[in-house]
Every structure is written in structure tokens, then in C-alpha cells.
């Protein structure tokens, strides 16, 4: 079952991805009205991006996941923060029907997909998780920001820049997160029966070259991800291409794509 994001992938994940703002979990919580009686399933929940922030809000979260690496890290990172009310299962989008013999009908407040809709059959995952929705919850797509080597600005170039000499090859993967990828979520929760709604955060945040380097990592299946050394003479790369600059300012735009349940 495992995607081959484990071993070091899954750590470069847990120490490089960015989080969610608090503004975020509000936008969520509120299109659904999510409160301490409901139980979230966040669907590809890697190392618990979403999840443990999300426990703050609901009284469960279950975070599942394909990676088995992914959920250790997440289960002991729930551990470290005293996050009691997280339980992690290891399944994919095609498992999601067995949730409704595990959890009951009707009984999840919300189903998130955070910067994983890509890896899944949005038609079947869409249709298949509406026996799990109570009355007003629903599913919510969420895009954290576009690839870090994908941007329009200076340093997002110079990145792909050395990433593509790393790779001998054009780089231009989406992840699904451009306006394309949008109009797919949009267009499947519709046609699924969900009221669609959409919101979406802006910010500023810091953007260690560290972590930039630990993002790209991060986003490659352990088979492909470079050696040691190449992975230090790309990191090397990028700080000569960032003039040495150990720090820029990402504009992150979070979008959640919201499909709400109505129906009784």
C-alpha cells in the first residue's frame, strides 16, 4: 500500500513542509461548523500537517495515509504536543467506504484532502465519502500554496533553475494546485452533489533556503530522490544561485475548495 514517500522522503516532509495559519482552521471550522463532538478524517494527512492542528478544533481527527512513515511520525509528533484525540490509519482514497463500518453513517463533520488530491480518483473518493457526512459537513480540498519551483518570483526561478540541472530535465509539475487543478475539484464536488463553496487565505511567511531545499526533496518518492552527495551539491547550487542569501519571503495562497452535504 505504501507510495514511496517513506524513509527519508517522510522526513524531509515532517521538517520541511509548511503548516496552516490559524486563520485556516477558522475558515474550515466555519464552513462546516465544526465543534467538540465531531470527528474530522483528514485523507493523505502525511506527517500531520493539517491533522494536529485541526485536533484543537473537534473531538477526533483521524489522519490516514498510505505511507506507514508518514503515520509514525505523525502518531509521535501527537505524542510530543500531548495530542490525545488524533488516531491515525494507514488506507488510501479506495478505503474510505470501509470508514462508514469503522466510524457509523452520518457521523464525520468534515473530510479534508490537504495537498494530496492529486495522487486520487476525486469522482469515486467524492461520492464514496457522502454516507460518511452528517447533515452540513462535507469534503474540503485543500492547496497549500503553489510548488515552491513553480512560482513567479526571482528565487522560485532560480530554483528550478537548479533543479532542473540536478535532473536533466524541464520541470513544470503542478501538483494540481494552478487554476486547472482547481477547476477539476470544483466540477467533481459539483457533480457529486455538494454545494461548493470556496475561500482562500493569503500571507506572507519566511522561507528558509534550508527548507526550500527540504521541500523539493520532500515532494520525490524515495527511489528517485537523488544521493547524498547530489543532494548536497544542490543545495550548494541553490545558495550560489540565491547570491547567498539564506532566507526569502514566500506568498503563500492557501485555497479551500469546500463541498457541503446538505441533505438530512
Known amino acids: 500500500m505504501a507510495t514511496g514517500f517513506g524513509g527519508e522522503v517522510a522526513t524531509y516532509y515532517a521538517q520541511h513542509r509548511r503548516g496552516y495559519p490559524p486563520e485556516v482552521l477558522d475558515a474550515l471550522a466555519a464552513a462546516f461548523q465544526l465543534g467538540a463532538d465531531d470527528t474530522v478524517v483528514d485523507l493523505g494527512c502525511g506527517t500531520g500537517q493539517l491533522s494536529l492542528p485541526l485536533a484543537d478544533r473537534v473531538g477526533t481527527v483521524i489522519g490516514m495515509d498510505p505511507e506507514p ?3 509514525a511520525i505523525a502518531r509521535r509528533t501527537a505524542l510530543d504536543q500531548g495530542i490525545g484525540n488524533a488516531t491515525w490509519v494507514l488506507g488510501s482514497d479506495g478505503d ?7 466510524v457509523g453513517e452520518r457521523t464525520v463533520g468534515a473530510l479534508t484532502v490537504a495537498v494530496a488530491i492529486h495522487f486520487m480518483d476525486r469522482d469515486a473518493l467524492f461520492t464514496a465519502a457522502r454516507p460518511l457526512l452528517r447533515p452540513g459537513g462535507g469534503i474540503a480540498v485543500v492547496t497549500n500554496g503553489e510548488p515552491l519551483w513553480t512560482q513567479d518570483t526571482e528565487w522560485s526561478a532560480a530554483l528550478r533553475g ?3 540541472r540536478m535532473l ?5 509539475g503542478s501538483c494540481q494546485t494552478d487554476e486547472a487543478g482547481r477547476r477539476r475539484n470544483r466540477e467533481a464536488l459539483v457533480g457529486a452533489g455538494y454545494r461548493y463553496e470556496e475561500t482562500s487565505v493569503r500571507y506572507d511567511a519566511p522561507l528558509t533556503v ?8 520532500s515532494a520525490m518518492s524515495a527511489e528517485r530522490l537523488p544521493s547524498s552527495r547530489q543532494r548536497a551539491t544542490f543545495a550548494a547550487d541553490v545558495r550560489d544561485a ?3 542569501r539564506t532566507e526569502v519571503i514566500e506568498n503563500v495562497w492557501v485555497w479551500m475548495q ?3 452535504c446538505d441533505e438530512g
Open 242 to 244: 540565491l547570491g547567498g
Open 258 to 260: 469546500c463541498g457541503v
Open 210 to 217: 534550508d527548507d526550500m531545499v527540504g521541500g523539493v526533496f
Open 162 to 164: 537548479c533543479l532542473e
Open 168 to 172: 536533466g530535465r524541464p520541470v513544470t
Open 96 to 102: 474510505v467506504p470501509a470508514l462508514s463500518r469503522l
Open 69 to 71: 512513515d508518514m503515520l
